[in-house]
């Protein structure tokens, strides 16, 4: 049975002070596609009990996937028992997928252990995925020639608009859309904002926003497969 590593936000602040964290349903639609057929295994920089997002807690209590992802026994398991990314050898796992949340923007983004990390998984030919402000967490991976993961590759993650519609630009150190085609990526995304997008080249996976991470669960499996 194949083996991914769902990698979490430790941050609970963004740059104002707000309170942030992983966003609820980035991290339970696409256990929920994955978790029958697959193993699964959490991560964050601090290890244990990654700070959840509450404001996603409250736009999702509607949402059936991610209040049972609440309640989960195995679920509340792994995340006692998550692992400090430090400890997390490539080798164990066939796919990383980093959760979304304005959380990864402002530890994972710039932290060297995370950095080496992803970067050992594309190193190893590993599915690297991601979804919403997850990419973030992907800035200083590398290739073995010491380029940018993203040069000359098609991704998407949260887009500029949909950062202006929920007013958290100044609470971010970037814009993930803005940054990640400094580094040359091609950026592309749905049609309309909070539309699903969903965005596969070669090993690099990553969704758009909170509607796409079923998707990116879907398109894990398929390439695992």
Same mark, same amino acid.
């Given at each position: ?23 609820? &349903?980035?991290? *339970? ?10 193993? %699964?295994?959490? !991560?964050?920089?601090? +290890? #244990? ?62 932290? &060297?252990?995370? *950095? ?10 590993? %599915?690297?995925? !991601?979804?919403?402000? +997850? #990419? ?90």
């Amino acid at each position: 049975m194949p083996s991914v590593l769902f990698v979490f936000t430790s941050a609970n602040k963004t740059l104002t002070g707000a309170e942030t964290g992983w966003y609820l &349903p980035e991290a *339970a639609h696409p256990y929920y596609v994955l978790a029958p057929h697959v193993n %699964i295994d959490f !991560a964050s920089p601090a +290890g #244990p009990n990654p700070p959840l997002d509450p404001a996603s807690v409250e736009a999702f209590k509607e949402d059936k996937q991610s209040m049972d992802f609440l309640k989960d026994a195995t679920v509340k398991q792994k995340f006692q028992n998550a692992r400090k990314i430090s400890d997390v050898k490539p080798n164990d796992y066939d796919a990383i997928f980093y959760v979304g949340g304005h959380g990864p923007v402002i530890d994972l983004a710039s932290d &060297p252990v995370n *950095a080496k990390l992803a970067s050992d998984f594309w190193a190893a030919n590993k %599915i690297v995925s !991601a979804v919403c402000h +997850g #990419p973030a967490a992907l800035v200083q991976a590398v290739d073995s020639n010491g380029k940018p993961i993203f040069a000359g590759r098609q991704f998407t993650g949260f887009s500029n608009e949909e950062e202006n519609q929920v007013g958290k630009v100044k609470d971010v150190p970037f814009l993930l859309e803005d940054k990640i085609q400094s580094l040359g990526g091609k950026y592309t995304k749905a049609d309309k904002p909070w539309g699903p997008k969903v965005v596969v080249d070669g090993k690099l996976i990553t969704g758009q926003n909170p509607a796409s991470a079923a998707g990116v669960g879907e398109a894990i499996l398929k390439a695992l497969k």
